[in-house]
């Protein structure tokens, strides 16, 4: 069974401090890393897709990075409007379903 | 904005009703997917429709169906509705049958 683990459930940082965000997921049969950022009551929003390990993609504060067995998201000297949860997911199997971890809650105190 | 939309925003009703949810996907995606989100158990696959066809079942019960249209929006029906049918309900869309998903804002359905 697809399984992706993503830790720590929450994070709680200063603005400005760096972090990374954890993922792991079912190796076998993967097609794809893909993060994603929702606010509260709303829908996810893309971030990255991943592909090949060693691949890394950045988008402002954010970088993602994907090994063999996980991705890392950095958030490097992060704003409050930087709160949100991160998801991350895993794509692959026979359905081209997306299977999601449980998130990161992080919080960015000012 | 990722040109996924979603109607109703909000749902209230009552157990043993049936509902509609109603998804457009961004203009050229051929994909739909059907996804629940409780607090529980997150984000979970219910359904995936590739123009007009439907390619994949996840966890989705026998009282709920969906279907995608020539025109390739899609609706999410709910029947018999209980409890612990509340959540969120959310559509995405995507060019392939793989890829990255694009969300809707999303419908919330609450049963009373």
């Known amino acids: 069974e697809d399984q992706v683990t993503q830790s720590p459930e929450a994070l709680r940082l200063q603005e400005g401090e760096s972090s990374s965000l954890n993922c792991s997921y079912t190796?076998?049969?993967?097609?794809?890393l893909f993060w994603y950022r929702q606010d509260p009551g709303k829908g996810p929003e893309f971030l990255f897709t991943?592909?090949?390990a060693g691949e890394e993609k950045e988008k402002e504060r954010l970088k993602a990075t994907l090994t063999k067995k996980e991705s890392f998201l950095h958030i490097t000297a992060p704003k409050p409007e930087d709160s949100a949860t991160y998801l991350c997911?895993?794509?692959?199997?026979?359905?081209?379903?997306?299977?999601f971890g449980k998130g990161t809650l992080l919080t960015v105190n000012p | 904005d990722s040109g996924v939309t979603q109607t109703p925003k909000h749902l209230i009703t009552a157990t043993g009703q049936r509902v509609t949810l109603r998804c457009s996907p961004r203009?050229?995606?051929?994909?739909v997917y059907w996804y629940q989100q409780s607090l529980d158990q997150g984000l979970q696959f219910l359904i995936h429709?590739?123009?007009?066809?439907?390619?994949a079942k996840g966890n989705i019960l026998e009282r709920f169906s969906a279907q995608q249209f020539p025109d390739l929006h899609s609706e999410l029906n709910l029947s018999s509705l209980e409890l612990g049918d509340s959540a969120l309900y959310f559509c995405?869309?995507?060019?392939?049958?793989?890829?990255?998903?694009?969300f809707g804002p999303g419908t919330r359905l609450t049963v009373l």
């Open positions: 203009s050229g995606d051929l994909s």
């Open positions: 429709y590739y123009n007009g066809e439907e390619r």
């Open positions: 995405a869309s995507s060019v392939r049958m793989e890829g990255e998903q694009f």
């Open positions: 190796v076998s049969g993967l097609r794809g």
């Open positions: 991943l592909y090949s």
């Open positions: 997911a895993r794509g692959g199997g026979s359905n081209y379903k997306l299977t």
